[in-house]
């Protein structure tokens, strides 16, 4: 019963530094499919983009 909990603890602790390191990479690389989407469509209307405030927010 102990080495079973202890597993089931250390099963469930071990994806936390994973995801504490993951976020910034993963952070970058949304960042990165974010600009490429807005030059896709900037390319697209063939122009500069006109923000309205509630895109902005």
């Known amino acids: 019963m102990i080495v079973s909990l202890?597993?089931?603890?250390t099963r469930n602790l071990l994806p936390v530094?994973?995801?504490?390191l993951g976020s910034?990479?993963?952070k970058d690389a949304e960042?990165?499919?974010?600009?490429?989407e807005?030059?896709?469509l900037r390319r697209q209307s063939?122009?500069?983009?006109?923000?309205?405030?509630a895109d902005r927010f």
């Open 6 to 9: 202890l597993f089931e603890v």
């Open 17 to 20: 530094p994973v995801v504490m």
């Open 38 to 40: 807005s030059a896709v």
């Open 31 to 36: 960042l990165l499919v974010l600009r490429h």
């Open 24 to 26: 910034e990479t993963m």
């Open 46 to 53: 063939a122009g500069r983009a006109r923000w309205e405030p």
